[in-house]
């Protein structure tokens, strides 16, 4: 018979597997991604000229979806937008998935810009984790892409970690102005998803059943000891 430690640790081992097997992704977290509202709904300017053509700013360059895209306007070196997405408030998340650990984020966006040589206006993405206070965490950027060939270049990263405590995340466009007096970078159809493992109910009845068998098998080494034994 196996010993109640065996025991715990088998359980321990299908509650691992359970946790990496099931796993949902939530819609996107962003409101307004591809600035299909026709104006920066939902999101904050931090610096810069950032606002919503389509296809007028730079004629020949249109959309990559839908009506309207984000670029990054005029003179300003550097432009950026962001967006703050209350993890909990939307539904999709709760406080006990972002304290597992093993939730991860999702980032992708589209980017395009004026051909003005090597490199041209630019664009990626940052994200910031923040505790449940507002207070900073922790942030990640994608890697910048300069997609100026009269085409849209898809960028992002994937499965990045959420530290414990997360409760906001803040999503900002990077618009970078490397030539020429305008900041001719754009970015469309933002997409920010978190994956969240769940574990599945076979794996927490077989931890909870390992529990108490772990503990009735301390109890008996216990009362094995020899008397007199600290």
Not at 3 to 26: F, N
Not at 105 to 122: C, I, K, M, R
Not at 140 to 166: E, F, R, Y
Request: net charge negative.
């Amino acid at each position: 018979m196996r010993s109640a430690p065996a025991i715990l640790a088998v359980a321990l081992c299908a509650w691992g597997a359970a946790v990496a097997s099931a796993q949902v992704v939530t819609t996107n977290l962003l409101t307004n991604p591809g600035a299909e509202s026709g104006n920066l709904s939902g999101w904050t300017v931090i610096s810069g000229n950032p606002m919503v053509d389509s296809g007028t700013f730079n004629p020949g360059i249109n959309p990559f979806n839908g009506t309207f895209d984000f670029t990054g306007g005029s003179a300003n070196p550097l432009g950026q937008v962001s967006q703050t997405i209350d993890l909990i408030a939307t539904g999709q998340v709760t406080a006990l998935d972002l304290d597992a650990g093993t939730t991860t984020a999702n980032v992708s966006f589209w980017e395009q810009g004026l051909n003005q040589g090597s490199p041209s206006d630019n664009a990626a993405i940052k994200i910031t984790f923040l505790d449940f206070a507002g207070s900073f965490i922790s942030s990640q950027n994608t890697a910048t892409v300069d997609s100026h060939l009269g085409s849209w270049t898809s960028g992002g990263l994937n499965s990045i970690a959420v530290p414990v405590g997360t409760r906001y995340i803040t999503y900002t466009m990077l618009f970078q102005r490397n030539a020429g007096s305008d900041n001719d970078s754009y970015i469309d159809d933002n997409l920010l998803t978190l994956t969240i493992a769940v574990p599945e109910p076979a794996a927490y009845a077989l931890l909870l059943g390992g529990l108490p068998l772990l503990g009735l098998g301390l109890r008996r080494r216990l009362n094995r000891r020899p008397a007199g034994r600290g």
